[in-house]
């Protein structure tokens, strides 16, 4: 079972890139889209969970086994990864987990709250993202902190949530950036209008 948590603010064809090659690569039966509650990590106010969980709900619509799950978003307070695995370790005790994370968080993983017990949970598996520095060096750098981490191979695919926010803000199109439906769903409700 594969497990992909982000803010998803919005989830981008960077995401749902990761998630085809998450699916074609590990072979997994199921892939769970967690979007993330408080991230302790990120400094800005995320947008309201309910709308976060919609847009990934389009944003991953018709991958196979792959299914959006908002439990971090009910959970009060910070909310940790290590948590989440350990729940869903003890819902599905058979289940090998697999932890995706692009190389940015992956980069970041030696910070997280109680990092040492996540390589035991679930095998970590990285993909490269476009536009951040150190690539495959990044990677290495993990494997002394995780022998067993994995790699996935995707297309480069330059776009992060942030550049999206900035577009909108700027009222420019962000067409080519996101899936059809999300960009319809942002438009609805009027999202990201100031920066
Ligand atoms: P922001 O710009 O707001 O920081 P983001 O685009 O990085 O957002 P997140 O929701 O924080 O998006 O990312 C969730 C996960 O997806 C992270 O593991 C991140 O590394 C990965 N990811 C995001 N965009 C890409 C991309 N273009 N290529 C590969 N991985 C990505």
Redesign the pocket.
Known sequence: MGV??????P??L??R??AQAALAQLQLDALCIIPTGQAWH?ARDLTPALHRLAMAELAFAGLEGVTVDPRETRRPGASYTVDTLRELRSEHPQAQLFL??????AQALTSWHRWEEIPQLAIICV?????FPGGEGAFDALLPAVPNARRLE?P????????I?QHLANHQSVAPLVFEPVARYIALHHLYQTA
Not at 4 to 9: P, R, T, V, Y
Not at 100 to 105: S, V, Y
Not at 156 to 163: G, K, L, N
């Open positions: 992909f948590g982000g803010a998803f603010d989830p981008h960077g995401h890139a990761l990120k995706i994370l692009g190389q940015d968080q993909a490269d993202r476009a536009g995707m480069p695919v330059d776009v992060s949530a942030t550049d926010r």
